[in-house]
């Protein structure tokens, strides 16, 4: 368990595209297909299989599933793309994904930008991404916060797990017609029996007093690919201060420890090593801490 404090001081924004090997395994399937049914000119007949097998690939993992008169499309496919309709009557738009055998869902937003009010929290239209069971029994990501999107933020992605289903809600409210509001995501399938795992940072105000950061039930992994797991924070204080972080961790914690003027992996890295105790501070009024731990060591 990591125990930090920080505090204010006198003033003076994810993620690659996870692309499975089951949409490339189709390929190679198109692929060997085509070729074993040349009987001749194998060159030229080759050479069109092979543009026809991409050719469908990427028409189908570049489909457009969007709204037209119904306010909530159900997906099964492989693969696709998501943007919300600017000429759909709805005030919500859902996306409902549905997984079979032994896959999961990865969607990776690649364009984001939604209203968002003066205050930072999402009031006027937002997305929320959430799971389901099979009882439509809802199952957020995010335990620590309400999961709901808005403003600019850079492109990132969010898995599904446990073979639930994932929901894609986006509330847009009275502002469907503002052309500027919008956001871009690519879909696919992934691995059930692979981890797969990536959300926003937790957000933490700053304060004075001391805060535990460990990985619980309420501070569940950020970020994880397989066996190497990740915590994000944020801490934020008023935009007139700057912040000040101390650290002091227990013994038996072997995680990476580190620290970032600004958003995690946005803001310059001002601190990664593993020390017990430090202190450090920023230029700004926000910090970012990533805690990196390995399987063997949760």
């Given at each position: 368990m990591f125990c930090l404090m920080w505090s204010g001081k006198?003033?003076?924004?994810?993620?690659?595209?996870?692309?499975?090997?089951?949409?490339s395994k189709a390929v190679k399937i198109c692929l060997y297909e085509t070729f074993s049914k040349q009987s001749q000119d194998i060159y030229t007949g080759g050479l069109q299989g092979t543009t026809t097998c991409f050719v469908r690939f990427k028409s189908r993992c570049n489909y457009l599933y969007t709204h037209g008169q119904a306010c909530t499309i159900h997906l099964h496919t492989a693969c696709g793309t998501l943007m919300p309709s600017k000429h759909s009557p709805c005030e919500r738009l859902l996306w409902i994904?549905?997984?079979?055998?032994?896959?999961?869902?990865?969607?990776?937003?690649?364009?984001?930008?939604?209203?968002?009010?003066?205050?930072?929290?999402?009031?006027?239209?937002?997305?929320?991404?959430?799971?389901?069971?099979?009882?439509?029994?809802?199952?957020?990501?995010d335990k620590t916060s309400d999961g709901k999107l808005c403003g600019w933020v850079k492109p990132f992605s969010v898995f599904s797990h446990s073979f639930h289903g994932f929901v894609v809600k986006y509330d847009r409210g009275n502002h469907s017609n503002h052309s500027n509001n919008s956001f871009y995501a690519h879909f696919q399938i992934t691995d059930a029996r692979r981890a797969y795992k990536e959300v926003t940072p937790y957000l933490i105000p700053a304060s004075n007093q001391a805060k535990p950061l460990n990985n619980d039930e309420f501070y569940v992994y950020t970020n994880q690919y397989d066996d190497i797991k990740q915590t994000r924070y944020l801490?934020?204080?008023?935009?007139?201060?700057?912040?000040?972080v101390q650290w002091k961790s227990q013994r038996n914690i072997s995680a990476t420890f580190s620290v970032y003027d600004g958003p995690p992996l946005i803001g310059k890295e001002l601190f990664i090593r593993y020390n017990r105790r430090g202190q450090i501070q920023t230029t700004g009024f926000q910090c970012g801490i990533i805690l990196i731990w390995r399987e063997s060591d949760a």
């Open positions: 006198t003033k003076i924004s994810f993620s690659k595209m996870y692309w499975t090997n089951h949409l994904f549905k997984p079979v055998g032994q896959y999961n869902y990865n969607i990776t937003f690649t364009q984001f930008s939604l209203r968002q009010s003066r205050s930072g929290y999402c009031i006027s239209e937002y997305v929320e991404i959430y799971m389901m069971n099979f009882n439509d029994t809802k199952i957020p990501i801490i934020r204080s008023d935009i007139a201060y700057k912040v000040i």
